[in-house]
């Protein structure tokens, strides 16, 4: 039929008409095949777009199959696609997530896992650009979107962007609520709130939170082979320590913690918080938060404690962290007692890196990295990225995490300091003091009513973790050796 309307319209059209007649019966064969191939070069790519809705796959092959990480010896073999889940969706959850890199990581994982049990249709989320970092990073800059979107389409339904007709322009008012942290999942099915519990989750559920985490949220590609490329660097150069020195700016300002800093850098500090009103703005006395174990442990701190584990001088140490407030000076001690200090800017050519400057998430995301493969990892400060860490570390079979006693170092280093401890009882001290905190298996520590307090879900997932953590009383793991 179109053929033949084609052949029509060529037939009636006065450029033809003063032509003789084979001339325009070439041109009429001509221009009918011409237009018969557009015709089907559309309807092909009509077909292929609909079975790109259905079947993403098909064509484009797994696109989860990038190579793999520097640092796993074998290759897994690329799982069949999966089905996508057939269910009514109950409407659109837009989710803003705020802070760092892995508090933003946790918010993603909570927020799949909301769907999914609303059977709402997830849109990509958006990532802060208002805190103190102000990164102008988006979801995609950060994790592969295809990766995250396919990897989880037998269990929720997850779009880039909420469809137009949905919009305020087209008379559609979204619900916009304000976070309530930390609530049960029972809350979620009455009204959609902020963070789930750590704990009173089912099965299924915490289950989901750890397929998301550990394996959904990938980051790009790009991030990944910088990462790996960091990654192989170190390990030339023998096993490492990662050190996570949380003794930045934004962190000392934040906590109002200030022990070693001069008269004018506390007030600098101060000035800073002051100046950021979603900040505390009430008065900290630093000494009486830091006898709490509140606060970072600062790099002079760091520099005993890792000696008084007996970790040696030729210790290979890379520090995980931003600018450390103070710069080479507050480092200065640390690197004395460990002159083998490495960080992504010694490691890297200024031009890998110049792709990530200014984006403060895709460099954590690199020291995420860093740490996650480490042989020895230690936080000097329990934030998201120190908790988030240590779940992967976890997950990856209980590779050796420092959960540091804050509260009990300083008053350990301020004995010392006093001179009442000796080095050998100070160093004594430490290492009974971490015997069992080295992250070997163990249940979640669970405080009634009080979340904020109890053990963080992503640093210890223990319903998703390979090894057996459910009796009652789990003995610790034997002790570890300290030094690398």
């Not at 170190?234 to 949380?246: F, N, S, T």
């Not at 570390?393 to 004995?415: A, I, M, N, S």
Request: hydrophobic share 40%; aromatic share 8%.
């Amino acid at each position: 039929m179109e053929a033949a309307r084609l052949e029509k319209s060529v037939e009636k059209s006065p450029a033809m008409q003063g032509l003789p007649a084979m001339q325009r019966t070439r041109l009429q064969v001509w221009f009918i095949r011409v237009c018969s191939s557009i015709l089907i070069w559309t309807c092909l790519v009509q077909l292929v777009a609909v079975g790109e809705l259905w079947h993403p796959r098909l064509l484009t092959g797994n696109p989860g199959s990038e190579k793999m990480s520097a640092h796993q010896e074998k290759s897994l073999p690329t799982p069949p696609p999966l089905a996508a889940r057939n269910y009514t969706s109950n409407g659109f959850l837009k989710v803003s997530c705020n802070g760092g890199l892995n508090q933003m990581r946790s918010a993603i994982c909570d927020m799949v896992t909301i769907a999914r049990l609303l059977n709402l249709t997830l849109v990509v989320p958006k990532l802060d650009k208002t805190s103190f970092w102000a990164d102008p990073s988006n979801f995609e800059d950060i994790f592969d979107v295809e990766h995250f979107i396919n990897s989880l389409r037998d269990e929720v339904r997850i779009v880039k962007r909420l469809p137009k007709r949905f919009g305020r322009r087209y008379g559609y008012q979204p619900l916009v609520k304000a976070p309530v942290s930390w609530s049960n999942e029972q809350y979620y099915l009455q009204q959609v709130h902020s963070r789930l519990a750590n704990n009173g989750i089912s099965l299924e559920l915490q289950k989901l939170r750890c397929r998301v985490n550990f394996q959904a949220l990938k980051f790009t590609p790009q991030i990944e082979s910088l990462g790996n490329k960091l990654v192989s660097i170190i390990q030339q150069k023998g096993p490492y320590l990662a050190l996570h020195l949380r003794y930045e700016m934004d962190m000392l300002a934040f906590s109002g913690c200030t022990h070693g800093c001069t008269e004018e850098e506390a007030e600098e500090l101060k000035r800073m918080r002051y100046a950021f009103p979603w900040w505390r703005e009430k008065e900290i006395v630093s000494e009486e938060k830091r006898s709490r174990g509140l606060c970072p442990l600062t790099p002079e701190e760091m520099a005993l404690i890792l000696q008084a584990l007996d970790f040696s001088r030729d210790t290979q140490i890379y520090i995980a962290s931003g600018e450390i407030y103070g710069s080479e000076r507050r480092l200065a001690a640390l690197r004395d007692a460990f002159p083998r200090i490495v960080k992504k800017e010694m490691l890297l050519d200024p031009e890998d890196l110049r792709q990530f400057q200014n984006h403060s998430s895709q460099m954590a995301a690199l020291d995420f990295m860093v740490s996650v493969a480490s042989d020895i990892f230690i936080p000097t400060y329990d934030g998201n990225m120190a908790r988030v860490v240590e779940g992967h570390r976890r997950y990856l079979g209980f590779k050796k995490t420092f959960q540091l006693d804050r509260r009990r170092l300083v008053e350990l280093l301020d004995l010392h300091h006093n001179r009442t401890l000796s080095w050998d009882e100070f160093s004594a001290a430490v290492r009974l003091a971490h015997e069992t905190k080295m992250g070997q298996p163990s249940l979640r520590r669970v405080i009634a009513d009080k979340p904020k307090e109890e053990e963080y879900f992503y640093a210890n997932p223990q319903e998703c973790l390979r090894e057996a953590t459910s009796c009652a009383n789990l003995s610790p793991v034997g002790n570890a050796t300290m030094s690398l």
